[in-house]
């Protein structure tokens, strides 16, 4: 569960403020112009549990600005660090901004999601212990499918859910954030930016 002082925070978070002073892209013309950003709570420990925040930032046609926050996890679950998936180690996103790095296609030929179609960072964790390790050495980029999409119809727990994807807890939720996405798509065309912000960020 998201935890309440996070979700509070997030709220009303001034997160243009924060993007200009980490020269991060934040989009303000046009409707359905969508500002998608991930919010990892705090702690290293695994909690197997949809704790973090999506948010989606956009101008109505009316010009009103509204934010949508969703229940997700920016950490693979507790089934694939205990046993991971490539030699290296299993992915863990790396917080940054991936300009025009997701698309709207088909995760694992299976549903249409945001999938990754240009290269982002991951640290590689190996050990195959209880925490999540955020080891700069281990850093790797490339196309690894880290994709933005949906566990169950209303899932508690991460297991195997997430390898290293962004993924919604509740199915009505993806529906939703998949609607605005195509309302972009439609506009602006078929490319999308993802940018994944820590809890210690929102200052």
């Known amino acids: 569960m998201i935890k309440t002082a996070l979700y509070s925070k997030v709220c009303g978070y001034d997160f243009e403020k924060l993007f200009k002073s980490k020269g991060y892209a934040y989009f303000t013309n046009g409707e359905?112009?969508?500002?998608?950003?991930?919010?990892?709570?705090?702690?290293?420990n695994i909690t197997n549990?949809?704790?973090d925040i999506l948010v989606v930032i956009y101008k109505t046609p009316t010009g009103k600005w509204t934010r949508q926050l969703y229940s997700i996890t920016t950490d693979p679950g507790r089934y694939y660090v205990i046993?991971?998936?490539?030699?290296?180690?299993?992915a863990i996103l790396v917080p940054g901004q991936y300009?025009?790095?997701?698309?709207?296609?088909?995760?694992?030929?299976?549903y249409e999601a945001l999938c990754q179609k240009k290269p982002?960072?991951?640290y590689r964790d190996n050990n195959k212990d209880e925490i999540y390790d955020y080891d700069p050495k281990t850093l790797e980029e490339g196309l690894f499918g880290?994709?933005?999409?949906?566990?169950?119809?209303?899932s508690t727990r991460v297991d195997t859910w997430s390898a290293g994807c962004q993924v919604f807890a509740k199915d009505e939720d993806f529906k939703l954030f998949m609607a605005f996405c195509k309302?972009?798509?439609?506009?602006?065309?078929n490319s999308?930016?993802?940018?994944?912000?820590?809890?210690?960020?929102?200052?």
């Open 49 to 51: 549990s949809f704790d």
């Open 183 to 189: 309302k972009q798509a439609a506009l602006y065309g």
């Open 120 to 122: 982002i960072k991951v």
């Open 32 to 44: 359905y112009n969508l500002n998608i950003i991930g919010i990892r709570a705090a702690g290293v």
């Open 83 to 90: 046993n991971p998936a490539t030699r290296k180690g299993t």
């Open 192 to 203: 999308f930016t993802y940018t994944l912000l820590k809890e210690e960020d929102l200052i």
């Open 146 to 154: 880290i994709n933005i999409h949906k566990a169950g119809r209303l």
């Open 99 to 110: 300009r025009g790095a997701y698309k709207i296609d088909r995760h694992r030929g299976k």
